[in-house]
């Protein structure tokens, strides 16, 4: 085992225990390195993270021909609608997106993604995304199905956390 993950999960324990242990390290090795490669195409594209979440969120909706409002993006995102409006405004500055009016809602405006900005995420990802696409091309189905099967059980995993009670809400509710 390397990296040291027995500090979380303890170095004792039979063989079944030190591999789950071995697969949580690779995967928490994986997500430091998709963290450091996202910090770089934010670096390399001068915006910050919600810009970029919000640019490949407009992407693909136009891909899947859908229009979006800003409060959709806010939702997204899991941020106010004065923070949306202030991503909104940066990406617009910077050519990123476009305001347009809602095509049934004369009322509503609708952000689109520029034609430019489709082409400098692709440039900017496509080398990427080429690389991760080929480390896994060559899978058997086996072995697609494993590693399909230990993501969903992982996401299930992490999602089924509860958020901590607020160190004040605790205090209050003991008698």
């Not at 991503?87 to 509503?108: F, G, K, M, N």
């Not at 952000?111 to 400098?120: C, G, L, Q, R, Y």
Request: proline share 4%; aromatic share 4%.
């Amino acid at each position: 085992m390397t990296g040291g993950s027995g500090y979380w999960y303890g170095d004792d324990g039979d063989a079944a225990r030190r591999r789950a242990v071995e697969v949580l390290e690779a995967f928490r090795l994986y997500r430091a390195a998709d963290t450091a490669m996202r910090r770089r195409t934010r670096d390399a594209m001068a915006m910050g993270e919600n810009d970029l979440l919000t640019l490949r969120y407009l992407l693909k909706a136009e891909r899947e021909g859908r229009i979006v409002q800003p409060a959709e993006i806010a939702r997204y995102l899991g941020v106010s609608t004065a923070s949306t409006t202030a991503i909104i405004d940066r990406l617009e500055r910077s050519r990123h997106v476009q305001r347009t009016p809602h095509p049934t809602d004369r009322r509503a405006i609708v952000v689109v993604p520029t034609a430019e900005t489709d082409h400098e995420v692709r440039r900017t990802l496509g080398a990427m995304h080429a690389r991760m696409l080929e480390a896994v091309a060559g899978m058997s189905p086996e072995d697609a199905h494993v590693v399909l099967d230990c993501l969903s059980r992982m996401r299930a995993a992490v999602d089924a956390i509860e958020p901590a009670e607020e160190a004040g809400d605790e205090a209050s509710a003991r008698p």
